[in-house]
């Protein structure tokens, strides 16, 4: 794994780590009482933050995977038609 992809994975990790720190009384409060609307809704937002740092990080892999296997077929085609 090249560095500038793990420093990317690193940040979006920290980024849901931060959410999940950050939201920690929200869903202690669901423990308690259920939630009015406002704090259903915050739950909401907090739900597709942490989904999309997901999907952030799946994103990264996906294209550096892709990268990576597009380079090596394009390399070994090339090799071929170098040997006609």
Not at 62 to 84: D, E, G, W, Y
Request: proline letters at 2%; a positive charge; glycine letters at 2%.
């Amino acid at each position: 794994m090249d560095n500038t992809l793990k420093t990317k994975l690193l940040f979006e990790i920290s980024q849901i780590d931060k959410l999940l720190n950050d939201s920690k009384p929200l869903l202690d409060l669901y423990k308690i009482k259920t939630p009015d609307f406002i704090e259903m809704s915050a739950g909401a937002m907090t739900l597709h933050s942490f989904y999309n740092g997901v999907e952030n990080i799946l994103t990264l892999i996906f294209k550096n995977h892709f990268r990576r296997t597009t380079l090596r077929v394009l390399s070994s085609r090339r090799h071929l038609l170098n040997r006609r």
